[in-house]
Structure formats: C-alpha cells, structure tokens
T-cell receptor, first 114, second 116 residues
Framework: DTAVSQTPKYLVTQMGNDKSIKCEQN?????MYWYKQDSKKFLKIMFS???????INETVPNRFSPKSPDKAHLNLHINSLELGDSAVYFC?????????????FGPGTRLTVL | AQSVTQLDSQVPVFEEAPVELRCNYS??????LFWYVQYPNQGLQLLLK??????LVKSINGFEAEFNKSQTSFHLRKPSVHISDTAEYFC??????????????FGQGTILTVHP
C-alpha cells in the first residue's frame, strides 16, 4: 500500500493551461509539503501545510495555489502554465513540524509544458 | 538562511570500492542533518540523519556519516559499495528547534554510479 501517492505521474500540457496535481498520504501524518525539482535535479521547497494550515510559503509565483482539504491530502493547482514550470514536483509528508522528523516522499509528477 | 553544498556532482566507483560523498553546510543556528537517496524514477528516501549525540550515524545498508561541527561537514561514506547503491544522494539540513516547520534545504545532489 503506497504511503505517499501522487497523480498523475506524468503531465504534458501547453503553455497557458491550468493543471492540478493531487497528493495523498496514508501514514496519518499531520504535515505535508510540495517540492520542485528542476532540470538540474535541484530540490526546493514550495509549500508546507500542518493540519490543513499553510505554514511555509516560499517565494513561489501566485499562479501556484496549494489546497489541503484534509490532513491526508495536499493538492497543487497551477494557473497559466509557463515553460519554466517544467519540472518534477514531489509531495512529502511527516509527523509534526519539528524539523527532525523523516519526510516521506511520493514518486513525483513530471510536468512538461510545451 | 541555511545552505548546503555537495562538492561532487558525480562520483563513479567500481563495485566493492570505498566511497565518500562530501557535504558541507552553512548556518548561523543549530541544524539537523540528513542524507536522502533517490533511485531512478522514484521519490527520495531517508538514508540516515543526525539530530544530536554521537556524531557518527549509520544506516541499515552499510552507509555512515559523521557530523563535524568545526568543519560544518556531514560526509557520507561506505567501505564497500554495490551495484545497487547506484543512485543520486542528497544532503539536507533543517533548523533545529521549532521554527523551521520542517523546511529542508537540499544540496545539489551527487550521482553515485557503481561500475562492475
């Protein structure tokens, strides 16, 4: 049974479109994250939610909007997609926000903007 | 702010040889240190972490890392690598205490390729 799952695994779309990536965790964690891994494999945090409350919001364009309907889900909606949004997006989850807990990562969603 | 530098982008080694993947960090506050591994087309998995106490930490599959506060380093080592260790390895830090909200700052990654 997958601990952190993401859908879709691959997403190919045209510039200007709006798309969503879904993330679900069945580990009972109360904190979830979105990371972006660029073409050079550099990983950077985008957002974090704790108990459905936004606690980390890095300098991400406001075209990106996370939504957490409940503790087990954290979705990422992207408006007006741009070429530079092409990347692999990883969802992760952990217990609490203390910084010492292991984060469990999903398999990633490869977004390609044409 | 914290930063992490992995000094080697690629490390090729032969099977059964020892390997060291280097990681240096910069932070004005205390940090927790992590090594994550990413196998091809998969998400990241925690390999080992240093929170406090003994500066030498070990994983179940033979890797170890040593926290060196004076040199701000957390190098990863394995005395004898296997083909299955081929992966990308990421060093990461988070601020110790309750203010980081779990934010991990990653290095650029090191691709370890083990040749037969």
């Amino acid at each position: 049974d997958t601990a952190v799952s993401q859908t879709p695994k691959y997403l190919v779309t045209q510039m200007g479109n709006d798309k969503s990536i879904k993330c679900e965790q069945n580990l009972g964690h109360d904190t979830m994250y979105w990371y972006k891994q660029d073409s050079k494999k550099f990983l950077k945090i985008m957002f974090s939610y704790n108990n459905k409350e936004l606690i980390i919001n890095e300098t991400v364009p406001n075209r990106f909007s996370p939504k957490s309907p409940d503790k087990a889900h954290l979705n990422l909606h992207i408006n007006s997609l741009e070429l530079g949004d092409s990347a692999v997006y990883f969802c992760a989850s952990s217990w609490t926000t203390g910084g010492y807990n292991e984060q469990f990562f999903g398999p990633g969603t490869r977004l390609t903007v044409l | 702010a914290q930063s992490v530098t992995q000094l080697d982008s690629q490390v090729p080694v032969f099977e059964e040889a020892p390997v060291e993947l280097r990681c240096n960090y910069s932070s004005s506050v205390s940090v927790y240190l992590f090594w994550y591994v990413q196998y091809p087309n998969q998400g990241l998995q925690l390999l080992l972490k240093y929170l406090s106490g003994s500066t030498l930490v070990k994983s179940i599959n033979g890797f170890e890392a040593e926290f060196n506060k004076s040199q701000t380093s957390f190098h990863l080592r394995k005395p004898s690598v296997h083909i299955s260790d081929t992966a990308e390895y990421f060093c990461a830090v988070s601020v110790a205490g309750g203010t980081s909200y779990g934010k991990l700052t990653f290095g650029q990654g090191t691709i370890l390729t083990v040749h037969p």
